[in-house]
């Protein structure tokens, strides 16, 4: 990924394209952003490094360490797609059943995806970006954010092939608990213990969901951090 908007917050980049590297993608159901105060069905993050001589410990290097695409997404009726596009939509439907079909004991859990057909299809000229954090433990700072404006219209029945992976295999775990006694009696003491209060936890029990017990952050206000919106098509 290529671009200009590090040099709205990193002054000695101005003007400067930065390049950034895709390492991996993953889901949010419901989204991490809202719109007008609204969660959205689904969001994708695309995460990706900084190029190595831009890294903060290098001499010059940015004061981020990763930038996030994002993308939101509505799930529509099935007749919106008589008459429009529904190419997103049956590239994340392939992905599900791709990795459902997959041997989780393979590299497939691991597999390269290309995304350059799925992005170049939307309107990226258009977008929000500002500098904040990882929205999952341990929220690290140093994230340039990229969230699209374009939501994406999906079926519901690729929604639910998606959301079907938030209950994982054990070993796929980021987190341990004491014991399974604990984990159901008090998991929000041991997952919450240095987060801050503000994160919401799953309240759903007896399941794994994601990598982690807290799947989605809530929402946080951007206090004095600026947020530009983009429109390179002017």
């Known amino acids: 990924m290529l ?4 040099g709205l917050f990193d002054k000695h980049l101005k003007d400067r394209e930065v390049v950034f590297h895709g390492m991996q993608a993953h889901f949010h159901s419901p989204s991490e952003h ?3 105060g609204q969660l959205l069905d689904l969001e994708l993050h695309i995460v990706h490094g900084i190029e190595s001589d831009l890294a903060p410990s290098m001499k010059g290097g940015s004061q981020f360490t990763n930038g996030v695409l994002g993308f939101l997404f509505k799930v529509v009726p099935d007749s919106y797609f008589k008459t429009n596009f529904d190419a997103h939509d049956r590239f994340l439907y392939k992905l599900a ?8 004991n393979s590299d497939m859990a691991f597999m ?22 990882l929205t999952t433990a341990p929220f690290g700072e140093g994230i340039l954010w990229n969230v699209l404006e374009q939501v994406i219209p999906i079926r519901q029945q690729t929604l639910d092939e998606l959301v079907s992976f938030k209950e994982i295999e054990d070993r796929q775990r980021f987190n341990r608990f004491e014991s399974v006694e604990s984990e159901h009696k008090n998991y929000h003491d041991q997952i919450r213990a240095g987060v801050p209060a503000h994160c919401v936890p799953c309240a759903c029990e007896h399941k794994t969901l994601f990598r982690t017990a807290i799947c989605n952050r809530a929402v946080q206000d951007k206090g004095d ?8 098509s002017k």
């Open 34 to 36: 809202t719109i007008d």
């Open 97 to 104: 059943q791709d990795y459902k079909d997959g041997d989780y």
């Open 112 to 133: 390269k995806l290309d995304f350059t057909a799925f992005v170049m299809r939307l309107q990226y000229e258009k977008r929000w970006t500002y500098q904040g954090s």
């Open 225 to 232: 951090r600026p947020v530009y919106r983009i429109n390179s």
């Open 3 to 6: 671009t200009k908007t590090a």
